[in-house]
């Protein structure tokens, strides 16, 4: 997809992942844009395996993508268990669940909820 090895810009690395994650038929995608409001990326992009095994294929394909394009050296935990895998590719971060787990932790609300106020008790 992309021609050079050079490092991927935020948004053609997006652009790969998303693709990627639609090959590997990944569910309920979900990308925040987090410029402006956190200083260790500017993207995050949440989605769903059916399974663990649907959930390390995922990571697989986006890793694999990832380095063809130039990425050196992606962060990745959890391909051990694969409930939850989390791959930091520096200006994006992707998180891949198991249903199940991506309920609990329910890290889209985290990110795209509005602040609100303190109540005094």
Sequence with gaps: MVASK?????????????????D???EETVTIDLRGK?????YMIV??????????????????GLKE????????EGLA????????SGDVIVHIFR???RAFY????LWTQAPTAAKAV
């Design 69 to 76: 394009a130039g990425v050196r050296n992606p962060h990745v």
């Design 99 to 101: 249903p199940e787990v």
């Design 81 to 88: 268990n694969c409930d939850w895998v989390l791959i930091d």
């Design 38 to 42: 956190s200083a260790f990326s500017d």
């Design 6 to 22: 050079a490092a991927l810009d935020a948004e053609a690395a997006v652009k790969l992942i998303l693709s990627r994650l639609d």
């Design 47 to 64: 989605t769903s395996g059916r399974v663990n095994r649907h959930v390390g294929a995922i990571a697989d394909n986006v890793l694999k």
């Design 24 to 26: 590997m038929k990944a």
């Design 106 to 109: 329910n890290l889209e609300r």
